[in-house]
């Protein structure tokens, strides 16, 4: 039987294929203040700027493409059952070929009804606007988790990492709460890895390194999984 290995994988990921992260120098946050464009607040603050920040972010997502470390995640399932939890709302992850993937923030290519949560629908048009209804005659907005919402799948990525047999982080800081404290819940007995070229300072002893960007970390972790379990 494969080993299962979870991947939670975050904005750092998704940074070398050129999509923009808010924490990042010259990132989002220095144009928008992250409590205008990502909190449940400002949809219904002001719609038409969420809607517009949205459609830009999902226009630059379609002319981007998977980067060697979105590839070769999805190569690992050749000799690990792989299961990807994502922060991140792009697709790379499967247009690079992964099979298994959780969103936990949402998807950038995805609608779902103001009144309903439950009805979602894949976009054909890459522009949202207001007066875009569902079914039941609400307006439709972005399927992204904002800041005071529920993470709708929180239970179903605790369930994955508490199962894994190997662990992985990459690209993500480890600040965004309820997703970083996954950690928490992985078992006490499996090996943890961390790929990120500014790592924190302070991280539990059992959690191994590696201090390189997403694409050449996964290459490392690649060598590290090969040797440890074939």
């Known amino acids: 039987m494969m080993k299962k290995l979870v991947i939670l994988s975050g904005a750092g990921i998704s940074a070398e294929s050129g999509i923009r992260t808010f924490r990042d120098m010259n990132g989002l946050w220095e144009e928008y203040d992250v409590m205008e464009v990502a909190s449940i607040q400002a949809w219904y603050k002001n719609p038409e700027l969420l809607l517009r920040f949205y459609n830009d972010r999902r226009k630059q997502m379609m002319t981007s493409q998977p980067n060697r470390g979105h590839l070769l995640l999805a190569e690992l399932e050749k000799n690990f059952d792989v299961r990807?939890?994502?922060q991140n709302v792009d697709d790379l992850h499967e247009r690079a070929g992964s099979s298994n993937v959780l969103h936990l923030h949402g998807e950038l290519k995805k609608a779902r009804s103001t009144k309903d949560p439950s009805l979602?629908?894949?976009l054909d048009d890459p522009e949202m606007k207001i007066g875009d209804h569902c079914e039941k005659g609400s307006q439709l907005r972005p399927h992204i988790v904002w800041f005071g919402e529920e993470v709708p799948e929180m239970d179903?990525?605790?369930k994955l990492t508490q199962s894994a047999d190997?662990?992985?982080?990459?690209?993500t800081s480890?600040?965004?709460y309820p997703a970083a404290g996954l950690i928490n819940y992985a078992p006490a007995t499996i090996p943890i890895f961390l790929i990120d070229p500014n790592p924190p300072a302070l991280l539990h002893q059992r959690i191994q390194v590696i201090a390189e960007k997403a694409g050449a970390g996964v290459a490392l972790l690649l060598e590290k999984l090969k040797d440890a379990f074939q």
């Open 84 to 86: 990807i939890i994502t």
């Open 120 to 122: 979602i629908y894949l």
């Open 156 to 158: 179903n990525a605790i």
């Open 166 to 171: 190997i662990f992985c982080i990459i690209g």
């Open 174 to 176: 480890l600040n965004v």
